[in-house]
């Protein structure tokens, strides 16, 4: 009897437990968010942009049961006032600079998943540099005195952060004086392909914008602007352009997951996005703009961007 009576008070703790699991369980999918926000940089052309990325809502909306809306921005800032207002769960490439924009208004916003590692050589990095026509006379920087120029996005690394700081240095002044006066203009387009696109029809006789410089230069290396202009309407874009200029390696965008998201919903959208990488590669690399995977990196591999762009806010 007393053999019975301990049986039965382990089947009821057994039934407990597993109750209180089940419920558990119950409790943290009701807490799991049914809409996921991937946010895009806006700066180039919407439409193909979101096309990009279809394939990750279809791969996000399986993995995880909810509905990716995919948050496209027509300015850098957009995705930068997402993350930091929690509108913007993830951001699969994001600039150095627009993180280095959150990480300064709160360091706790967003934590970084990895950082974009080049496939063919594994560099970790990329370059901003600066086109011209290829049939113009301009065969240095300094050949562009007098001539209008263009930026990209002010929070953009290559297409204003890392020039502007190299001009700076060169030739003194800043944008408001158009760096003493070197450039006859100086004009934020709103993105790298609207860069790309004023020097063909003669807006800038030279404008910045970003590549990898790794690969074959006629399909516009590896990863950067060129080539999803190459892709769209613009087959022979190497052909009609020249760089003129290269800035210092500069690390490759950050992949971010916002701290807003459930602890445990969190986890699975780390652990989503490098089961992308790795099962639909070339989903991934279709999102990110280049043939680019997941490496490791921490906020020290931005620590000079994000005090380049302190220094920059500050001086303004």
Not at 69 to 79: I, P, T
Not at 138 to 157: N, V
Not at 160 to 165: E, K, T
Request: one cysteine or more.
């Amino acid at each position: 009897m007393k053999r019975q009576k301990n049986l039965m008070k382990h089947s009821f703790r057994s039934l407990a437990l597993m109750a209180g699991v089940f419920m558990a369980g119950n409790a943290m999918a009701a807490d799991a968010p049914k809409e996921l926000n991937l946010g895009i940089l806006g700066g180039q052309n919407a439409t193909q942009q979101i096309g990009d990325n279809q394939c990750v809502k279809t791969f996000f909306d399986k993995e995880l049961n909810v509905d990716t809306k995919l948050r496209n921005s027509s300015d850098y800032s957009g995705v930068i006032q997402g993350l930091l207002g929690g509108k913007v769960d993830m951001v699969l490439s994001m600039s150095p600079s627009s993180y280095a924009s959150v990480y300064i208004n709160n360091p706790k916003a967003v934590d970084i998943v990895g950082i974009l590692v080049d496939d063919k050589d594994q560099s970790r990095g990329y370059h901003s540099v600066v086109i011209v026509k290829a049939d113009s006379p301009y065969k240095k920087l300094e050949d562009l005195k007098g001539k209008a120029f263009g930026f990209a996005d002010p929070d953009s690394t290559s297409g204003y952060l890392i020039p502007n700081h190299a001009f700076k240095q060169q030739f003194g002044g800043n944008t408001d004086n158009k760096y003493n006066n070197f450039f006859s203009s100086v004009t934020f387009s709103g993105g790298h392909e609207q860069d790309i696109l004023g020097v063909l029809n003669g807006q800038f006789a030279g404008a910045v914008t970003w590549t990898s410089l790794v690969g074959d230069y006629n399909t516009g290396y590896t990863s950067g602007a060129f080539g999803r202009l190459i892709r769209m309407d613009h087959p022979d874009l190497m052909k009609q352009i020249r760089i003129i200029w290269k800035s210092p390696l500069i690390p490759n965008g950050p992949i971010l997951v916002s701290n807003s998201l459930p602890a445990d919903f969190k986890a699975k959208v780390v652990e989503t996005i490098k089961k992308l990488d790795k099962e639909d590669h070339a989903c991934f690399a279709k999102a990110v703009g280049g043939e680019q995977h997941v490496g490791p990196a921490t906020v020290a591999d931005y620590q000079q961007i994000i005090d380049m762009k302190r220094e920059l806010v500050t001086a303004r």
